[in-house]
Nanobody, 120 residues
């Protein structure tokens, strides 16, 4: 299994970005997909998770109402739409694939991360 996240960049506060993560190496719909983020010196932080067929999602309190996770099992893609971005959202964002619908970083596979920087 390989995951590759992309779509990060520099955006002003209040702006939007959409991250994508492409999966390869098996049956995508077997896996629950999550997004996490990390800043230097801090632990990896849960952002969002989506079930195998997209019927269930969960978000951290800090992004709820601003971010939306979705997936397209026909394209092996998971997305994170980020709206109304704040400087505190600045981080490296990682996608992950796992067997359980959890908010802890107990996932089996991780992408390489994509940098999101939000300027004030």
């Amino acid at each position: 299994v390989q995951l590759q996240a992309f779509g990060g960049g520099l955006v002003q506060a209040g702006g939007s970005l959409r991250l994508s993560c492409v999966y390869s190496g098996g049956t995508f719909s077997r896996y629950i997909m999550g997004w996490f983020r990390q800043t230097p010196g801090r632990e990896r932080e849960f952002v969002a998770v989506i079930s195998r067929f997209g019927s269930s999602t969960a978000y951290s309190d800090s992004v709820k109402g601003r971010f939306t996770i979705s997936r397209d099992n026909t394209k092996n893609l998971v997305y994170l739409q980020m709206n109304n971005l704040k400087p505190g959202d600045t981080a490296v964002y990682y996608c992950a694939a796992g067997a359980r619908f959890v908010t802890s970083p107990d996932y089996d596979y991780w992408g390489q991360g994509t940098q999101v920087t939000v300027s004030s």
